[in-house]
């Protein structure tokens, strides 16, 4: 079953790129944790064998299947999250962990935009107005212009930038909220997410996930936001208090949502499903061809520089290898 020759991989769960697994499965010696019948007895008697793993940003890695991987020494996750990684564990075992930063910027801020037009245009809505036949017995009801409005970005990381960046072409005036100001951004600085939401037409969460944004967005927030206002979420289902939501959402206390992240995926709430004011993806915001070919790369780039110079090319940062161990990454 084991080559000698090749270094032993456990893949967590199926990845989202069938190309990937197939790359991987020509380099490593990999073995597929959820393909497994009994997870732990495989990992009880093959967890000693494997010295690398791999995951996705959403799946991760808990800490019982980590402990029965005595010599792990690197983790190659696909995307830019690393909040189902334990990174405090992983970095006190001196395990290295590498992810897919930046190439994802692009798409995923395209995605918030998609999101925000959308649900601001009523384009979804009316695509199914027209298919349901709904334009023979009447119009389709005037919708919110986008451009020259108020945008308040939450977590201005390299996401929130490019989704900045883009806003520029609507004309748009941009404020955000941070863990603190960026040096030497041209965008105002919101001291709370609630004066941000007070301030903004559109609040578009771009922050990291993980303990430290758990509900962020709150009920107050969502007040603050009010019913001319809009949430786009491409960060974290676990940024915002979805039932605190689904209560606005639901009594028009905001105006609208564009949501691709959900807190307990894939599950949505059968409210949301019901609610002509939301637009609602599953979890695509870095899903094209170009962005996912990019970020497999980077996983197995991670890999490669790893068994040949004992370093992951992009450290997770806190995580052992990282030039800084500082605080986490936004976006
Ligand atoms: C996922 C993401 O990696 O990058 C992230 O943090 O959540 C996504 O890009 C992707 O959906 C694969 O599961």
């Not at 991987?24 to 019948?37: F, G, H, K």
């Not at 072409?169 to 951004?185: A, Q």
């Not at 996930?209 to 289902?237: E, I, K, S, Y």
């Not at 030039?323 to 986490?328: E, F, S, V």
Request: glycine share 10%.
């Amino acid at each position: 079953m084991s080559s000698p020759s090749r270094p032993r991989l456990l893949q967590i769960a199926r990845l989202p790129l069938p190309v990937l697994e197939a790359d991987l499965a020509q380099q490593y010696d990999v073995s597929c944790l959820a393909d497994q019948a009994d997870p732990a007895a495989f990992l009880a008697e093959h967890g000693a064998s494997f010295s690398g793993l791999v995951t996705s940003a959403p799946v991760g890695a808990r800490n019982d299947v980590l402990a029965a991987l005595p010599h792990l020494r690197v983790i190659s996750s696909f995307g830019v999250g690393f909040d189902a990684l334990d990174i405090p564990y992983l970095q006190s075992r001196g395990i290295q962990v590498g992810y897919t930063p930046d190439v994802l910027n692009d798409c995923v801020a395209d995605l918030a935009f998609a999101l925000m037009l959308d649900v601001s245009r009523g384009v979804s809505a009316s695509d199914r107005f027209v298919r349901g036949g709904g334009w023979s017995a009447g119009r389709f009801p005037v919708q919110t212009r986008v451009s020259g409005k108020r945008l308040g970005i939450v977590g201005l990381g390299r996401i929130g930038q490019a989704v900045a960046e883009r806003a520029q072409g609507f004309r748009m005036e941009v404020s955000y909220f941070n863990r603190r100001p960026v040096p030497g951004s041209p965008y105002r600085y919101a001291e709370s997410v609630v004066e941000l939401a007070r301030w903004a037409d559109y609040l578009v969460l771009t922050v990291a996930g993980g303990a430290g944004t758990r509900h962020l967005v709150n009920r107050a927030v969502l007040d603050a936001l009010g019913p001319q206002g809009f949430l786009v979420n491409v960060a974290r289902g676990t940024v915002v208090d979805e039932t605190a939501l689904v209560d606005a959402l639901s009594e028009r206390r905001i105006a609208g949502a564009g949501l691709d992240v959900f807190e307990h995926e894939p599950q949505v709430p059968a409210a949301l499903l019901a609610l002509d004011n939301v637009v609602l993806t599953p979890h695509v915001a870095s899903a094209t061809h170009e962005t996912r070919r990019a970020m497999a790369d980077t996983v197995l780039g991670n890999l490669r520089c790893f068994y040949a110079t004992g370093t992951v090319r992009v450290p997770v940062p806190g995580s052992r290898g990282s030039a800084a161990a500082a605080g986490q990454q936004q976006g």
